[in-house]
T-cell receptor, first 113, second 113 residues
Framework: KAGVTQTPRYLIKTRGQQVTLSCSPISGHRSVSWYQQTPGQGLQFLFEYFSETQRNKGNFPGRFSGRQFSNSRSEMNVSTLELGDSALYLC????????????FGNGTRLTVT | GNSVTQMEGPVTLSEEAFLTINCTYTATGYPSLFWYVQYPGEGLQLLLKATKADDKGSNKGFEATYRKETTSFHLEKGSVQVSDSAVYFC????????????FGTGTKLQVIP
């Protein structure tokens, strides 16, 4: 069974640009969550989608957005990039939410210059 | 507030030494508790979980017991190996939390031969 796939693995962007990251969950998983990982703040929850609906959202500005498609694949978008957005962005999928465990992808490393 | 606190790293041990990584949580209600492990260049992998008080999660020689009276979920292993070198994250999911998992700051473990 294929794991969670995130593309691309690495991205370099400049301030002010926007970026779209992609995540393909494990087959059959309907919940997709996104996390930002930085050395200073650790892992922080961005949002979670289930059946194309955002069910939960973390404390990030509106520049961070996401969506989920009917096949459960998800994208997150960051507009007007800032230097502080440099981070590892992790996507995780789970069967349905509740207390089913998260299965993480290897992440997308975003560098903003 | 609702948070997860785990011991500062890095932790350096010799092979076959006993490992304890402390984790305490605050929460109203009855959260599910997890330990995740992150190897260099990879996403997080679920190591073990416990969903109710006195549950013991175990996997690959690691164990952790959900202690409601002390709000703790300490990770232990009787004999570590070099291959256990990684960053370990304690995490909590509130009831009805829709995958909004709160992670500790992570504890880096280095096992030397």
């Amino acid at each position: 069974k294929a794991g969670v796939t995130q593309t691309p693995r690495y991205l370099i962007k400049t301030r002010g640009q926007q970026v779209t990251l992609s995540c393909s969950p494990i087959s059959g998983h309907r919940s997709v969550s996104w996390y930002q990982q930085t050395p200073g703040q650790g892992l922080q929850f961005l949002f979670e989608y289930f059946s194309e609906t955002q069910r939960n959202k973390g404390n990030f500005p509106g520049r961070f957005s996401g969506r989920q498609f009917s096949n459960s694949r998800s994208e997150m978008n960051v507009s007007t990039l800032e230097l502080g957005d440099s981070a590892l962005y992790l996507c995780a999928s789970s069967l349905s939410g509740g207390n089913s465990p998260l299965h993480f992808g290897n992440g997308t490393r975003l560098t903003v210059t | 507030g609702n948070s997860v606190t785990q011991m500062e790293g890095p932790v350096t041990l010799s092979e076959e030494a006993f490992l304890t990584i402390n984790c305490t949580y605050t929460a109203t209600g009855y959260p599910s508790l997890f330990w995740y492990v992150q190897y260099p260049g990879e996403g997080l992998q679920l190591l073990l979980k416990a969903t109710k008080a006195d549950d013991k999660g175990s996997n690959k020689g690691f164990e952790a017991t959900y202690r409601k009276e002390t709000t703790s979920f300490h990770l232990e292993k009787g004999s570590v190996q070099v291959s256990d070198s990684a960053v370990y994250f304690c995490a909590r999911l509130l009831e009805g939390g829709y995958q909004k998992v709160t992670f500790g700051t992570g504890t880096k473990l280095q096992v030397i031969p």
